[in-house]
């Protein structure tokens, strides 16, 4: 149906030879796609891999739960066993693990305070952060900061 509507107009503005040339080349970037993100998460299903990718394009606002829920269009409960099931974590683990790597890049690279890395890594609570930075690595953000910079 609709392959044989874009085909046919592409088919007469083409040779045949210039259409193998360019299927070849889509090939090549079909094959190289694939190479490039074969690697990436790839013992996660479809939609784990998808909600994982929400989560990172939208890390430094305040992504919830039933944001993720409705934006694949499942129950806020589904989506959030179905997240556990396949990774062993909770999707507000996963959201604030991915909140805290950003936040210790920050620490590292930026001059940045405290509290604006906690904002940018999308904490509304500059101490909730304080508290799960402190138990992930064992010292606070300033002294993670004065002892990795």
């Known amino acids: ?3 044989k509507v874009l085909r046919e107009p592409f088919e007469q503005n083409c040779s045949s030879e ?9 090939d090549g970037h079909i094959r190289l796609l694939d190479k490039e993100y074969s690697g990436i998460k790839n013992s996660y299903e479809p939609l784990i891999v998808n909600i994982m990718s929400y ?3 939208s890390i430094g606002c305040d992504v919830k739960v039933s944001q993720i829920a409705s ?17 062993g ?14 936040a210790e890049k920050m620490l590292v690279t930026t001059t940045a305070s405290v509290t ?6 999308g904490f509304n609570n500059v101490a909730y952060f304080n508290r799960l930075f402190k138990s992930r690595y064992g010292i606070t953000p300033r002294e993670y900061r004065v002892k990795y910079r």
């Open 116 to 121: 604006e890395i906690s904002s940018l890594s």
């Open 1 to 3: 149906g609709d392959i």
């Open 18 to 26: 210039r259409c193998r040339d360019i299927a070849n080349i889509i």
């Open 71 to 87: 934006a694949f269009n499942y129950s806020e409960k589904y989506i959030g066993q179905y997240f556990k099931k396949h990774t």
């Open 89 to 102: 974590m909770t999707i507000i683990e996963y959201i604030n693990s991915k909140r805290l790597d950003n």
């Open 55 to 57: 989560i990172e394009d």
